[in-house]
Nanobody, 122 residues
């Protein structure tokens, strides 16, 4: 599967953005999906994940209640709605996919998009 993330940009603290990840290749619904982010000088960290049909989601504590992960299998697209953004949310955001259930570690995902930059100003 090939992944293409988009939707990043510059936003003020308290604002919102919606990221998208378009998938092509093998059937999108056969992949467990996740969002990760990497801030300058830091390791890549888990943000959220969603099961194959969207019935199970999980979030990092730092984004719980502010971010919502969703997917539209007919459109081969993964989303991340980000509300109440904070300067500490500034990072490059990556979408990731794996055929099997994957947890919080980047190594558990086999396929990655190229990343989209989110910058939150204070």
């Amino acid at each position: 599967v090939q992944l293409q993330a988009s939707g990043g940009g510059l936003v003020q603290a308290g604002g919102s953005l919606r990221l998208s990840c378009a998938a092509s290749g093998r059937t999108f619904s056969s992949y467990f999906m996740g969002w990760f982010r990497q801030a300058p000088g830091k390791e890549r960290e888990f943000v959220a994940s969603i099961s194959w049909r969207g019935g199970i989601t999980d979030y990092a504590d730092s984004v719980k209640g502010r971010f919502t992960i969703s997917r539209h299998n007919a459109k081969n697209t993964l989303y991340l709605q980000m509300n109440s953004l904070k300067p500490e949310d500034t990072a490059v955001y990556y979408c990731a996919a794996d055929p099997t259930y994957s947890g919080f570690a980047p190594l558990e995902y086999d396929y990655w998009g190229q990343g989209t930059l989110v910058t939150v100003s204070s």
